[in-house]
């Protein structure tokens, strides 16, 4: 969070970035462009949110300064907020008459008495006073305190291991649990998202509590996590002496746990060996449960064959062996040959899909976890949560915790809502690029369709996004919206189809549109709707400009099928960045 904002021209960026580094030396928090703009956001806008959270401004006074357009439009900002700015002036000069409107009555800090940099330390007492701390001292103190005495108890980038901390999926645990405790003791593949929660889940039932509660009683199973994330290289030997080597941490019986440590530092382990072994495991009533996660690396590496599937198949059908591994997708659609695909190994799973949390799950993660400390949100600050986490645990996780930084420095209002959207924006935007980037050609004329479908209901709110809606104007969109509700990108709201989180949408609004000074010609346009020889795609010709070349076939094919009216609201927003 920064107190700062500094606005100068871009021919001053070295003083800028001399004088940010001053104000920074002595413990303020400063917000500078290009710096501290998110990549892949919006530039004009990532500049207001932080101006607008910013308590002090700070102009860097030059001629170059007095000539920029763009000062005035950071100034004016400044100004109808209310926030306190200071004309640092670099040079003897009067202000235009454009900024003497904004800084007519303020008082100015002259600097251009050389050197400037001596002028430095007036600068930041002035900030210091019109702050409302004492001295440098007192901030100090005051970040070490908060820093000592607060814990944000919303966190994202590691999965949950207290198991206190686990929240929802209850029906998704009764599936998985219930076919173990069948009598034929039966695997389940769990199928999720990138970041949709899988590890936790596989490591809360890996909690021996945990696992006790739910029928999986210690004397009787032994659950055994294996991550093979990363695991390239990996080969079948290497496999069985990770998972023979955890099994043997997880064995009461110290002959069996020798005998497990024994086998997994053999050369070559035979299939009759693990047969042997696991009849003997099941002679001492234990059944072994192998929780496998990233396990995509297993089934897309070559060094796997028929062989090793055969067997392992055979182990968990005839033996007391289950298998729950955990994949982004479903595992016959992760194979690295189609001999593989056609394998019956695939055929002993049920299948569990992880999808975003529902309202209620989504509703007890904000105020179990608000619990915790003395902090309240309010209905409308949970309503904002809930739009940007879209139930997606992560990114639940994500806005609660910069919800909950900004509430503790004391930000209300929009203040409170344009800092938590800014850092998360930041934080949230290569995973939105994952979830484009992995989406087919088609699933992202879908998603593209419904983004402009959102934009229309937002100024016809009886404006349906139902499916049949959506295929009117794609016909391929119902295969498409199954696979994207699966993997938590859309939601269902009452039949009606919606990106998952505001900020996604805001997200594929930046990622369509071209950068200021990168957009096509009016004649580039022309000449390329002439090659689709689509007499329809006339009507689309505005937007296309504003559109990165790369996605005119997906707007095109999307554009025209909407009102001018519609088209240039949206031409409007995405030259504002703010969709």
Not at 95 to 107: D, N, V
């Amino acid at each position: 969070m920064h107190e700062i904002f500094i606005s100068y021209s871009s021919k001053d960026k070295a003083l800028a970035e001399r004088v940010c580094e001053k104000l920074e030396k002595n413990n303020l928090h400063v917000w500078i462009a290009p710096r501290d703009v998110p990549a892949g956001s919006n530039f004009a806008q990532s500049i207001v949110e932080a101006i607008n959270t910013s308590q002090v401004f700070i102009l860097l006074w030059t001629g170059n300064a007095n000539k920029s357009k763009h000062i005035l439009n950071e100034i004016n900002q400044a100004f109808d907020r209310g926030i306190d700015i200071i004309p640092f002036r670099l040079e003897e000069i009067e202000p235009s008459s454009a900024l003497q409107y904004y800084i007519g009555r303020t008082q100015w800090l002259d600097a251009f008495q050389s050197p400037w940099e001596q002028h430095l330390d007036k600068l930041i007492k002035q900030i210091i006073n019109l702050i409302g701390i004492e001295n440098l001292e007192q901030l100090q103190e005051k970040e070490k305190s908060m820093k000592e005495h607060f814990e944000n108890p919303f966190t994202f980038g590691n999965p949950i291991r207290n198991p206190e901390r686990f929240i929802g999926r209850k029906e998704e645990i009764r599936q998985v649990t219930n076919r173990l405790l069948s009598s034929a003791r039966e695997s389940t593949s769990i199928v999720g998202e990138r970041r949709i929660g899988k590890t936790s889940l596989l490591k809360y039932l890996t909690d021996p509590e945990i696992a006790a509660s739910f029928g999986l009683k210690n004397d009787e199973f032994c659950l055994v996590y294996i991550d093979f994330q990363g695991l390239n290289d990996i080969t079948p030997q290497r496999f069985w002496q990770r998972v023979l080597r955890l099994m043997a941490r997880k064995m009461q019986n110290p002959e069996r746990k020798e005998q497990f440590k024994r086998l997994s530092k053999e050369e070559y382990i035979d299939f009759f060996d693990l047969e042997d072994l696991f009849m003997e495991i099941g002679d001492d009533g234990i059944h072994v449960v192998l929780l496998m996660d990233e396990f995509e690396y297993v089934t897309q590496n070559p060094n796997f064959d028929s062989d090793f599937f055969g067997g392992l198949r055979s182990l968990a059908i005839h033996y007391n062996l289950s298998l729950v591994p955990a994949t982004r997708r479903e595992l016959v659609e992760l194979c690295h040959s189609e001999e593989i695909k056609g394998s019956p190994f695939f055929n002993i799973f049920a299948t569990v899909i992880l999808k975003p949390f529902t309202p209620a799950e989504t509703d007890l993660l904000i105020t179990q976890y608000a619990s915790s400390t003395d902090m309240q949100f309010s209905d409308e600050e949970i309503r904002f949560m809930k739009s940007f986490g879209g139930g997606y645990p992560f990114f639940m996780q994500m806005i609660g915790h910069y919800m909950t930084s900004a509430k503790k420095k004391g930000l209300k209002g929009e203040a409170l809502f344009s800092c938590a959207r800014s850092d998360f924006a930041q934080q949230a935007e290569p995973h939105f690029s994952y979830l484009w980037s992995h989406a087919s050609e088609s699933e992202k004329i879908t998603l593209v369709t419904i983004f402009a479908l959102q934009a229309e209901k937002e100024k016809t709110p009886a404006r349906l996004i139902d499916i049949g809606t959506i295929s009117k104007i794609y016909p391929r969109a119902p295969k498409d919206i199954s696979s994207l509700i699966k993997r938590g990108s859309l939601v269902d709201v009452n039949d009606e189809m919606f990106l998952f989180s505001e900020s996604y949408k805001e997200w594929i609004g930046l990622e369509l549109s071209a950068a200021p000074g990168e957009e096509e010609t009016e004649a580039s346009v022309e000449a390329w709707v002439k090659t689709q020889k689509d007499k329809e795609l006339a009507g689309s010709k505005t937007i296309l400009t504003k559109t990165k070349k790369k996605y005119w076939p997906i707007v095109g094919k999307v554009f025209k099928e909407f009102s001018a009216e519609v088209i240039g609201s949206i031409t409007v927003n995405l030259l504002k960045g703010m969709i």
